[in-house]
């Protein structure tokens, strides 16, 4: 088989050789030049001088390796470690050899604070616009299962235990390993707030770390992960012990703990004290009856003191006279009406006897009355023969109409 020219292209006939290409691979990376990147140490070893690591992208799924040459390293700052935020200058390098391609590092530096602060900054806003600051939800008073988030083997777990069983002897943890700093921690952190979240006996959760520097804690400001904490129906006690630079998850958690510890408190009541409040509010409750009591006693015994009650004939006694003034007034009263009521029927009576016909039959008058009983007003009407009946003061007399004598 023919082997092409360096120039000539590569076929099924004329294949180019290995060494062909990786010369081609090597020229066109070369080619490239320095660059300046910006990533996450995600692994730094240091062999024989020289540090071989690797370098994510801070957003994508993307790792490129690294090599400083300890000519290199001692130019650049010395507190360099895995899980920092960088700038590098690079200059990709193929190793024919071997068929590998690394980064050779030039500079290395921290990210500017003030470049990390602003996207944190621009971040918060915008979480603060949604309204994810906004929602405090209260704790729980005695959790029946409190979900505990933490690195594996870590002082902070180990605090909160102790804290919480010293507290409340009887009190439940599910407890959740997650790395707490580096590449894998946003999402195992994320993952973990999910998990115990659709657990229906976790009432209440912590994540809890021991404290670190700003690089190491940003981890906690990672989008995905406030948002999770933002989204759970539980709620979640942030504890990660970073007073300086407020992490995110400060902000959306329900509560704010200073210290692992401080969560422990905070989240579990401690049983002595209850048990104190309760015996202190049965006191106060019975010192609060008695007084009461006391005091409607007193004012039974001043109103049994007063002369409305102290004799039962007071009202009898103080109203004696008043009465007796009114059955005297009254007797008057009745007297009068009735003398006047006396004289008013006699004058009634004179009247009645003036107009009364038994006065005119007195004065020797009478009262004809025909048979039918009518008065009898006309000679016309007493032909002889007719019956009359004649009433005089005394008494009625019957009598008969005479004929008439002749003229």
Not at 105 to 124: Q, T
Not at 164 to 173: K, T
Not at 187 to 212: F, H, K, N, Q
Not at 230 to 251: K, Q
């Amino acid at each position: 088989m023919a082997v092409a020219a360096d120039d000539a292209p590569s076929t099924v006939d004329s294949p180019w050789p290995v060494a062909l290409l990786s010369s081609k691979i090597k020229g066109w990376i070369d080619r490239l030049g320095t660059a300046w990147v910006e990533g996450e140490i995600t692994q730094w070893g240091v062999s024989g001088g020289n540090v071989y690591g690797k370098l994510k992208d801070l957003e994508a799924d993307a790792t490129i390796s690294f090599t400083i040459w300890s000519s290199v390293r001692a130019k650049i700052p010395a507190d360099l470690k895995q899980g920092d935020r960088v700038v590098a200058a690079v200059k990709p390098n193929y190793w024919v050899k071997g068929g590998t391609l690394t980064m050779q590092v030039f500079e290395m530096r921290h990210v500017g604070l003030g470049d990390l602060l602003e996207r944190l900054e621009r971040l918060r806003q915008t979480l603060r616009a949604e309204g994810l600051f906004d929602r405090k939800r209260p704790l729980p008073f005695l959790p029946r299962c409190i979900g505990l988030i933490t690195g594996k083997d870590s002082d902070a777990e180990k605090d909160v235990l102790r804290n919480a069983q010293l507290r409340w002897p009887a009190v439940r943890f599910r407890v959740v390993h997650a790395a707490v700093q580096g590449d894998r921690a946003a999402g195992e952190v994320t993952s973990a707030i999910r998990l115990l979240d659709a657990d229906p006996e976790v009432d209440v959760m912590i994540v809890a770390r021991g404290g670190g520097d700003f690089q190491n804690l940003l981890v906690f400001s990672d989008e995905t992960l406030v948002r999770a904490a933002a989204a759970s129906g539980t709620p979640i006690v942030s504890a990660i012990g970073h007073e300086a630079d407020r992490p995110l998850l400060d902000e959306v958690a329900d509560l704010r703990a200073s210290t692992p510890t401080d969560a422990a408190k905070r989240v579990v009541p401690d049983v002595a004290e209850e048990l104190a409040r309760v015996q202190q509010a049965r006191a106060s409750v019975r010192l609060r009856v008695t007084q009461r009591i006391s005091t409607e006693i007193d004012r039974i015994e001043a109103l049994r003191s007063r002369p409305a009650l102290s004799s039962a004939t007071w009202i009898v006694d103080s109203r004696a006279e008043e009465l007796g003034r009114y059955v005297s007034r009254s007797r008057d009263l009745v007297e009068r009406v009735l003398e006047r009521s006396t004289t008013r029927v006699g004058e009634l009576a004179g009247h009645l006897r003036a107009l009364s016909p038994q006065r005119t039959l007195a004065r020797g008058y009478a009262i004809a009355q025909l048979p039918d009983g009518r008065a009898l007003r006309s000679t016309a009407d007493a032909t002889p023969g007719t019956s009359l009946l004649l009433t005089v003061s005394d008494g009625k007399v019957a009598t008969t109409v005479d004929p008439r004598p002749a003229s």
